[in-house]
């Protein structure tokens, strides 16, 4: 039963990066890109890519590492221009901004994870205001703080 709620839900996610692959190529717009690296030896990597346009914000992201078999374990968030992609206060927000949450990770039985996100504008902070985004486990701490954080990686706009 399990096993066939994740392949629906795989399914469904699948439909989305069709989607949405055809809205972006259609309006065009603004793209970055963030590489996430393993953060307090998690393991965890990934890619994570954005497309800003009239309709909003779209992110999407595939990474490896995570446990098998989750949805709503991990999440992403992003920050601030003033916020490190290492360090002891990686990925932490150096001032408050609306729109961080970005959207929750799906895993399958090997650990292998997908995001989708299509968000209206000011849902999610526009590109070029952020600077870093995370993965963050929410069983660590209750995902706060940067002992949560999985992976991060610093948000490149495309030129």
Not at 20 to 30: C, D, R
Not at 54 to 73: D, E, I, Q, W, Y
Request: aromatic share 6%; with cysteine; glycine share 14%.
């Amino acid at each position: 039963m399990k096993r066939s709620l994740m392949i629906i839900a795989f399914g469904y996610l699948i439909l989305g990066f069709v989607a949405v692959g055809i809205n972006v190529q259609a309006q065009g717009g603004l793209t970055a890109r963030a590489n996430q690296h393993p953060v307090n030896q998690s393991g965890v990597k990934g890619k994570i890519l954005f497309t800003q346009t009239s309709a909003g914000l779209t992110v999407t992201g595939t990474s490896k590492g995570l446990a098998p078999t989750t949805a709503g374990r991990y999440i992403s968030l992003v920050y601030d221009k003033g916020s490190n992609p290492g360090g002891p206060d990686v990925c932490e927000p150096t001032i408050p901004i609306d729109g961080m949450f970005v959207g929750i990770w799906i895993s399958d039985a090997d650990g292998n994870g997908v995001l989708v996100q299509v968000a209206p504008p000011g849902e999610i902070a526009p590109l070029g205001s952020i600077d870093t985004i995370s993965i963050r486990d929410t069983t660590i701490n209750d995902g706060f703080g940067p002992q949560a954080v999985v992976a991060c990686g610093q948000i490149a706009v495309n030129p």
